[in-house]
């Protein structure tokens, strides 16, 4: 189980305190967490039971985590169905709890999708709540760097070469320079709050409708058409490391509904799949091949197959994607 600090129910009633949300009933550790702890909250207020989640910090410090709080309350204000970190009644959001930054949020109810249960309308609604969330976010007031972004890739390629096949070292070299060659050439790619890591286990749905999206904690300023590569190779493969067209083409007009691409976002759109795909073969790599990771709990996280993402690779240049 995914829970790297434990909290004791006392703590955590103390910090209730500060709330007026209701007494403790129980509090239970949630799997599946990759970056944060996370927790399962119910509290009793007047006699009904109401649902939250405490996030606690394991990878962000405290200097960081401030970001993300507002971003929350700031997309959540406009309507996009994300976690944020409720205020306590004296107006602070950021907690402390067994030495690490926390934040208590609503619950959502819903599933993430199994593999098998992405279709076509899944991909269209993500699609069209991607588009949503870029806008919602256009005027944020912050900005940030993505810690897995450009300067990342540059630099942690860089130990990965000699540990891979003169291949894969070639693979990964020309993609990370083809990005760079992308960047140079000042095409009109509109950039804001990107989510950053839109994968369908980031997403609730219940009935099949969408209903939460989780996990900011990849967001960061970036061009908003390279969010969506980062969705289309997660929500559109299938398990042969191919893409889907149709659930592509589905996700393509959800999103364009909302915001209409440029006619350099056309063109860039082959580069930034095959730029989203290497970002994440990267960061799967990097843990496969037993490599330090700052701030990262090498020996407790679970590994992901980087393999999936280098076939993913692998079929946007054999097939390049098209955005029309
Ligand atoms: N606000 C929430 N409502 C319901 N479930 C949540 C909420 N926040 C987190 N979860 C559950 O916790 C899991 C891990 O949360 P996530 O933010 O993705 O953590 P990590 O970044 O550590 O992977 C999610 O897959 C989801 O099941
Ligand atoms: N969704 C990612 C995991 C999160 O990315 P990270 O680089 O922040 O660890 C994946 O499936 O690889």
């Known amino acids: 189980m995914a829970v790297y600090t434990p909290v004791l129910a006392e703590d ?3 910090l209730l305190q500060r709330y007026d949300l209701g007494e403790l009933i129980s509090l239970q550790g949630i799997d599946g967490g990759i970056e944060n702890t996370n927790y399962f909250v ?20 405290a200097d960081e985590v401030p970001f993300f709080v507002e971003l929350g309350q700031w997309l959540a204000a406009r309507d996009i169905p994300v976690p944020y970190a409720i ?16 934040v208590l949020q609503p619950r959502f109810f819903g599933q993430d999708l199994p593999v098998e249960a992405i279709d076509v309308s899944a991909c269209q609604q993500i699609g069209e709540a991607l588009a949503k969330l870029h806008l919602a976010g256009a005027d944020f007031y912050l900005q940030r760097q993505a810690h897995r972004g450009v300067f990342w890739w540059r630099r942690e390629s860089e130990r990965v070469y000699s540990r891979l096949s003169h291949e894969d070292a070639e693979l990964l070299r020309d993609e990370v320079q083809a990005f760079d060659q992308l960047r140079s050439a000042q095409w009109d790619l509109p950039m804001g709050i990107i989510h950053g890591d839109l994968f369908s286990d980031n997403a609730l749905f219940a009935d099949q409708q969408l209903v939460a ?53 056309q063109r860039a759109w082959p580069r930034l799949t095959r730029t989203a795909a290497m970002r994440f073969w990267l960061s799967r790599l990097i843990p496969w091949l037993g490599l330090e990771q700052a701030s990262r709990q090498g020996a407790s996280m679970k590994l992901k197959d980087p393999e999936a993402y280098r076939q993913i690779l692998l079929s946007r240049i054999r097939t390049p994607a098209q955005l029309c």
């Open 87 to 102: 205020k306590d009644q004296h107006g602070i959001a950021l907690q402390q709890l067994s030495g690490k930054p926390c």
């Open 213 to 265: 999206i989780l996990d900011l904690y990849n967001a960061a300023t970036a061009y908003w058409l390279y969010d969506l590569a980062i969705v289309a190779n997660d929500w559109c493969r299938t398990t042969q490391g191919q893409i889907d067209p149709l659930r592509e083409r589905a996700l393509i007009q959800g999103y364009a509904a909302v915001r209409p691409f440029t006619a350099d976002e």
């Open 12 to 14: 955590l009633s103390r």
């Open 42 to 61: 119910s509290l009793n207020q007047a006699g009904q039971v109401r649902e939250y989640v405490l996030t606690l910090f394991e990878e962000l410090s």
